[in-house]
T-cell receptor, first 110, second 116 residues
Framework: NAGVTQTPKFRILKIGQSMTLQCTQD?????MYWYRQDPGMGLKLIYY???????DKGEVPNGYNVSRSTTEDFPLRLELAAPSQTSVYFC?????????FGPGTRLTVL | AQSVAQPEDQVNVAEGNPLTVKCTYS??????LFWYVQYPNRGLQFLLK??????LVKGSYGFEAEFNKSQTSFHLKKPSALVSDSALYFC??????????????FGQGTTLQVKP
């Protein structure tokens, strides 16, 4: 997984709660991405970053925020959790044209 | 619009038989194409990619894929399937016209079931 780690592995949230999904890579790569995976829908890009201090929206950014204060960390923030955010979340980094993914966080919002 | 299509939700094949998982794409310019595999409760693992060069690319675990520009396809193949190949397979293409961001567009995935 090219040194991409994600925490937590699993989380259950109540509607309206907030949380931060952590993503860390230890190989000093500039490009990082957050995806969500829903059954039968493939992966959808939420946010991405091309380097520290630079982030941009992907296809499905609503309800999420990101920051990139360091090259290593790219946290994804859910401010007011909704049932529609129940999903599996993957972080990825780009190495020589190829994205490599972390192990994922399975989030359930009840 | 840029897109990736995997026309089969599921492919069933007997162990030892050849397998094909289909992928077609729509993107402007020369495509960067990828295949990933996802085992249950795991992240996506990179299998292979086509950037340029030979239309037949070889990847991990004995998989290969054939790039066909005229048919805008990038089908994944393996000469002899194993039960352990059973997994969810994703085709992806790099988004064009977005600068050097490396963003990918994914197909919806195809479940490969290899039966003994």
């Amino acid at each position: 997984n090219a040194g991409v780690t994600q925490t937590p592995k699993f989380r259950i949230l109540k509607i309206g709660q907030s949380m931060t999904l952590q993503c860390t890579q230890d190989m000093n790569h500039n490009y990082m991405y957050w995806y969500r995976q829903d059954p039968g829908m493939g992966l959808k890009l939420i946010y991405y970053s091309v380097g520290a201090g630079i982030t941009d929206k992907g296809e499905v950014p609503n309800g999420y925020n990101v920051s990139r204060s360091t090259t290593e960390d790219f946290p994804l923030r859910l401010e007011l959790a909704a049932p529609s955010q129940t999903s599996v979340y993957f972080c990825a980094t780009l190495i020589t044209d190829t994205q490599y993914f972390g192990p994922g966080t399975r989030l359930t919002v009840l | 619009a840029q897109s990736v299509a995997q026309p089969e939700d599921q492919v069933n094949v007997a162990e030892g038989n050849p397998l094909t998982v289909k992928c077609t794409y729509s993107v402007s310019g020369n495509p960067y194409l990828f295949w990933y595999v996802q085992y249950p409760n795991r992240g996506l693992q990179f299998l292979l990619k086509y950037i340029t060069g030979d239309n037949l690319v070889k990847g991990s675990y004995g998989f290969e894929a054939e790039f066909n520009k005229s048919q805008t396809s990038f089908h994944l193949k393996k000469p002899s399937a194993l039960v352990s190949d059973s997994a969810l397979y994703f085709c992806a293409v790099r988004e064009s016209g977005s600068g050097n961001t490396g963003k990918l567009i994914f197909g919806q995935g195809t479940t490969l079931q290899v039966k003994p």
